[in-house]
Nanobody, 122 residues
Framework: QVQLVESGGGLVQAGGSLRLSCAAS????????MGWFRQGPGKERQFVAA????????TYGDSVKGRFTVSRDNAKNTVWLQMNSLNPEDTAVYYC???????????????WGQGTQVTVSS
């Protein structure tokens, strides 16, 4: 089992920045990928970014490329999402999720945090 707790959400004006954190606990030795997703009001859940726990390779959704940066600290079992140049379309609940090693491969995003609200005012 892996537990995930997000923090850092809030209200920010358009053009501003926020940094979200996701702290992992439990069987973190099995972590493979940490991802960020978001769900805006009346919208489907959307992939934002992901980072490989080993090696640190990253991927981003098209709508956030060049504005958001995902990073991690394995020793602290923490992942961050730095969000710059925020606009009202970024308003959503942001979720941290984890894929874990599970023989013979890797799980889907099986573990999820409770989410943190990000609101961008125009």
């Amino acid at each position: 089992q892996v537990q995930l707790v997000e923090s850092g959400g809030g209200l920010v004006q358009a053009g501003g920045s926020l940094r979200l954190s996701c702290a992992a606990s439990g069987r973190t030795v099995n972590l493979h990928t940490m991802g960020w997703f978001r769900q805006g009001p009346g919208k489907e859940r959307q992939f934002v970014a992901a980072i490989a726990w080993s090696g640190g390779s990253t991927t981003y959704g098209d709508s956030v490329k060049g504005r958001f940066t995902v990073s991690r600290d394995n020793a602290k079992n923490t992942v961050w999402l730095q969000m710059n140049s925020l606009n009202p379309e970024d308003t959503a609940v942001y979720y941290c999720a984890a894929r874990v090693l599970r023989w013979p491969g890797v799980s889907d995003y099986e573990y999820w945090g409770q989410g943190t609200q990000v609101t961008v005012s125009s």
